[in-house]
């Protein structure tokens, strides 16, 4: 809070020159806020995507009212505080400015306190943890910000029962219960690390290693592996959510690979992973919040990739479904109050729709103004990449394949 303060404090004299509301135009400028360059460039050009084919429908449908869209794009590139500040400046410095998306942009969401400042949409995604943090001290402070992310705390408790599933059911052919675990130093990996270890060491299982790299580009995931391989776990887990270290790890662990499951956080889901390790891939483990829902079990989700796939010939991984339905949401709230300039009202009424997404039902939490989570919302996914596919296998009701064991351990 005391960072989060001084930040604002820092840059009060800055927001002070940016006028609030929107100048008076008929075109509205939706803001990409996403680290377009930098190591997560392929999640920040896919938010892009995803917010321009909404934005090209709206305007080809119309537009709303007497309303149409223009996208700008702020780069959060390396996702520092100064290049996140730099960037929302600049978005919030535009008096066309009607909302400001994202999927992520800082660690931290320290965005959301300028965000707030300026009473402007702001729809974000990742991080929900540090979202709630600054949102549960006062909701009706942030009547303008919305998070399409449930809580985390189904990733840190829902890995261990599908695991202890599989070993059940002998689909995992182990009976030690020991994990291995290595995370990145930001707090979406550390935060998910941390509930890994408290749920498995609450059900009894032992931490042979947990480790912690640095945040950025990871090349070279030997050690860590080196200590798997002296005492070879049921579980290895890495929570680093960068593709191209993702791939990297997984290409190493299959130079030598262990008797163990192994589940990498996020990652596996961004197209470029699939790119980097080709067949080096096939067996891995992922989970999903906000995943879209796969074809068969949601015509939303069918229709949205399918979309995304005619516009930009290649299937998305997450955050092109995500952003496209953030702009779709401010488009039905901008429709429903009928004023641009009235972003407090638009908010207010995003904070009480409940809308049918690519990602399940969409409704939000009052106190944390994070999206509800549960079978009948947002449904915690998992998935395993099967021969350059990606098959989801559990929950049930909305899997389209089933959990096969991995090559490495038959």
């Excluded at 978005?91 to 959301?112: K, P, W």
């Amino acid at each position: 809070m005391l960072k989060r303060r001084h930040f604002l404090a820092a840059t009060s004299l800055v927001a002070a020159t940016i006028l609030p509301g929107l100048a008076a135009a008929e075109v509205v400028k939706i803001g990409v806020l996403a680290p377009v360059s930098g190591p997560a460039a392929a999640d920040g050009q896919e938010m892009v995507n995803g917010a321009q084919l909404a934005i090209d429908q709206l305007n080809a449908a119309g537009g709303i009212g007497e309303y149409t869209f223009e996208l700008v794009v702020g780069d959060a590139a390396d996702q520092s505080a100064a290049s996140v500040a730099t960037a929302t400046e600049r978005l919030l410095g535009d008096r066309d400015m009607g909302a400001i998306v994202t999927g992520y942009a800082s660690g931290s969401n320290f965005e959301i306190d300028m965000m707030a400042e300026m009473e402007m949409i702001y729809l974000v995604s990742a991080n929900s943890a540090q979202t709630a943090e600054i949102i549960t001290e006062d909701p009706d402070a942030f009547p303008t910000v919305w998070s399409f992310s449930p809580s985390f705390d189904a990733y840190n408790t829902g890995v261990l029962p599908v695991i202890e599933q599989l070993m059940a059911e002998g689909s995992v052919p182990r009976e030690e219960k020991t994990l291995a675990l290595i995370s990145s130093d930001n707090p979406y990996s550390k935060t998910i690390a941390e509930g890994l270890v408290e749920s498995f060491e609450g059900a009894g299982w032992e931490i042979t290693v947990n480790d912690l790299v640095p945040f950025g580009e990871v090349g070279d995931w030997r050690g860590f592996l080196a200590q798997v391989r002296q005492n070879p776990p049921t579980v290895v887990i890495n929570t680093d959510y960068l593709s191209g270290n993702a791939a990297a790890f997984m290409s190493q662990f299959m130079e030598q690979p262990t008797d163990s499951l192994v589940f990498i956080q996020y990652a596996p889901s961004v197209p470029e992973f699939l790119d980097l390790t080709a067949e080096k891939s096939s067996g891995v483990l992922y989970n999903m919040l906000g995943g879209t829902l796969p074809a068969s079990a949601s015509e939303r989700a069918a229709k949205v990739v399918g979309d995304y796939e005619a516009a930009y010939d290649t299937t998305p991984g997450v955050y092109g479904p995500m952003l496209y339905e953030e702009v779709m949401l401010y488009a039905a709230g901008l429709e429903a109050v009928g004023d641009p300039v009235d972003r407090v009202a638009i908010g207010e009424w995003i904070g009480a729709s409940s809308s049918d997404t690519a990602v399940g039902k969409l409704e939000f939490d009052p106190a944390t103004h994070l999206a509800v989570q549960g079978p009948e919302n947002i449904p915690l996914q998992f998935y395993q990449i099967q021969d350059g596919t990606r098959v989801l296998f559990s929950p049930d009701a909305y899997a389209d394949g089933a959990f096969v064991t991995p090559h490495w351990m038959d």
